[in-house]
């Protein structure tokens, strides 16, 4: 598809904000709710921000590395842009929603790009009742935490977290514990992304709990439900030489 339109976004740093300046004055600049395209400047963080403000908009994302990490982007380079957009390999990923009840019988819902995680909030440790589809398959985890990771936040928390990578498309959720004191060879589950998550927490006065979609927070929580939300389809651009399934089937390689 043609990409006559380009909407510009920049984190505040210096490079990715001398980067902007330079681009805008070649390509124009659209807003992002009239443009074919948004392309990102920044890191992976800058990235995931503009993924959350924009997903609305219905367009594709395309970024290019003006941060640190850039798994999410592309190299930067100022020539030829529509072309490479052009050109580029799309990569369709599904959020996830978190709904958390808090102790205060509060419900606050949010999206997950990368996951959704449950951290203790105190000196002690959690205490969680995992059940997937309603069904209880680990009565209690004492832990630091739990993490449920789409395939794209696979290679992020999920795996500094010892998790599985999961491969781009293969429909699978990361289900990870962090810290696991008992049991303490359960190493997490790969769960199908159809499959509703719900995390009870054991004595959450006594033992209170966090929980965060991406960087969203939810303090002092009692129980967290997650699903895939298949309504939302974010679609980011790479380039061919740089595709994200590559990179991810890429860093189970990675000595």
Not at 103 to 111: Q, R, T
Request: hydrophobic content about 40%; glycine content about 6%.
């Amino acid at each position: 598809m043609p990409f006559d339109t380009i909407a510009f976004v920049a984190a505040d740093t210096e490079p990715a904000q001398k980067a902007l300046r330079r681009l805008r004055r070649r390509y124009g600049d659209a807003t992002p709710e009239n443009a074919d395209v948004i392309v990102t400047l920044g890191g992976d963080g800058a990235m995931l921000e503009t993924l959350h403000r924009y997903m609305d908009c219905g367009v594709p994302f395309y970024g290019m590395n003006r941060g640190t990490v850039g798994f999410l982007l592309n190299e930067f380079r100022e020539t030829g842009l529509r072309k490479r957009l052009e050109e580029a390999t799309p990569v369709t990923l599904h959020p996830l929603r978190m709904v958390a009840r808090t102790v205060a019988d509060g419900e606050i819902a949010a999206i997950a790009i990368n996951e959704v995680s449950l951290l203790r909030e105190s000196r002690q440790a959690a205490k969680l009742r995992i059940r997937i589809d309603r069904k209880v398959r680990l009565k209690e985890l004492v832990c630091d935490g739990l993490l449920v990771a789409t395939p794209a936040g696979s290679t992020a928390y999920n795996l500094s977290a010892h998790g599985p990578i999961v491969p781009i498309g293969s429909k699978l959720l990361a289900l990870t514990p962090i810290s696991a004191f008992r049991p303490r060879r359960w190493h997490g589950a790969l769960l199908p992304a159809a499959a509703e998550v719900t995390i009870q927490i054991v004595e959450p006065n006594k033992r209170p709990v966090s929980a965060v979609a991406d960087y969203t927070e939810v303090r002092d929580v009692r129980e967290v439900k997650v699903r895939e939300a298949n309504e939302i389809s974010l679609t980011l651009l790479f380039d061919r030489e740089h595709n994200l399934e590559e990179r991810i089937l890429n860093e189970q390689f990675v000595p």
